[in-house]
């Protein structure tokens, strides 16, 4: 099969094209506006093999859609492109309704011009669209799980348009019979995360000796999941998942943000004891900060259907796949460096102007 995955060269992206060149015999074709957030070194690995191809392009421009489609003929098309930061969505929300909104819009419009005028596809093509947990909204101070019929209520101008977006995938699905699928995650961890995410963004200031931002008092929960056990569950549902269906990716592993730093710290002070500093831990350099806006007090996910219907399920514990998290950053310096290109250097983003 050849997929067309958007959105290749960020976080979640390119551990599924990882995974497509490293353990399939499936083709890959990266579309990729190449944002902050989106760096080809993460594919250094498998970009010189010759079931790869990068393309890069803006989702939002319909004409370079329609050629690469015609230029590629995809059997499927995995959607991950999308401006994902909370707190960026606070300080500039128009790119998030652009990117996510606009060029889900893009996207859809060009699938299906696709498919109409290539017949034989139309058996076999499926649009994958992989959305977030944060559009349900917030479980707040429950035991209860996010369903698949969880009503949406989303927090957020990211969660907003997110849900929008995957209105309009059903809204595709149902008018035109677009064959789609949608997954909705938890919160990914692992190699290869921009570092204004919450662990990247520890592991590298607690490695700078730098303060350790925790929003409020840190008792907001959520569900995290190791990337490369996602890359797998979207495969697997792009493959195998039933048109019309949504499917929510869990990692059965819910955990306090602020226990998840002090894991972290753990971690930390075994492989990289502090030396010469006013701070005998790295749990001493934990700093509490003021919430952010409208910040959700907890997300889990209810993964039964995606295990029961289609037999997947996490190979990683978050303590197993926390401490391979640490020592990828530890051991790739190099990366992080290169991922900061002075217009992101880990400051605070989402504050409220007064």
């Not at 995809?74 to 790119?95: F, K, T």
């Not at 209810?302 to 926390?322: R, V």
């Amino acid at each position: 099969m050849k997929f067309l995955v958007t959105g290749g060269a960020g976080f979640i992206g390119s551990a599924v094209i990882r995974y497509l060149i490293n353990e399939t015999n499936h083709s890959v074709v990266n579309i990729d506006k190449l944002t902050y957030a989106g760096n080809l070194e993460s594919l250094n690995s498998i970009k010189n093999s010759d079931r790869y191809f990068f393309e890069q392009a803006d989702i939002v421009d319909s004409l370079a859609l329609n050629n690469l489609f015609n230029q590629y003929n995809p059997d499927i098309v995995m959607h991950l492109a999308a401006e994902s930061h909370v707190d960026r969505s606070i300080d500039s929300p128009a790119e998030f309704i652009k990117t996510n909104i606009l060029g889900t819009y893009e996207l859809l419009q060009a699938s299906r011009k696709y498919l109409l005028e290539n017949k034989n596809k139309q058996t076999n093509f499926r649009f994958h669209h992989v959305s977030t947990d944060e559009v349900y909204g917030d479980l707040g101070n429950t035991n209860e799980l996010f369903t698949e019929d969880t009503p949406y209520s989303p927090s957020s101008p990211y969660s907003a348009s997110k849900a929008s977006s995957d209105h309009l995938v059903r809204a595709w699905t149902r008018t035109y019979q677009f064959p789609a699928v949608i997954t909705n995650c938890s919160n990914n961890y692992g190699p290869y995360q921009f570092p204004e995410k919450l662990i990247p963004l520890i592991i590298l200031n607690a490695i700078e000796q730098k303060d350790l931002p925790v929003y409020g008092n840190g008792s907001q929960i959520r569900d995290w999941l190791y990337v490369d056990d996602h890359a797998r569950a979207l495969v697997h549902c792009a493959l195998n998942g039933v048109n019309g269906e949504t499917y929510n990716v869990g990692g059965f592993n819910e955990k306090r943000n602020i226990d998840v730093v002090k894991t972290i710290c753990k971690i930390l002070d075994k492989l990289v004891p502090k030396a010469n500093s006013n701070v005998e831990k790295y749990e001493d350099l934990i700093k509490y900060v003021p919430d952010r806006a409208g910040h959700d007090i907890r997300y889990a996910i209810d993964a039964s259907k995606i295990k029961n219907e289609l037999g997947w399920q996490p190979k990683e514990t978050f303590e197993s796949g926390i401490e391979k998290t640490v020592k990828w950053y530890i051991e790739n310096s190099a990366w992080c460096s290169n991922v900061q290109d002075g217009s992101y250097m880990r400051q605070r983003l989402g504050l409220l102007s007064e």
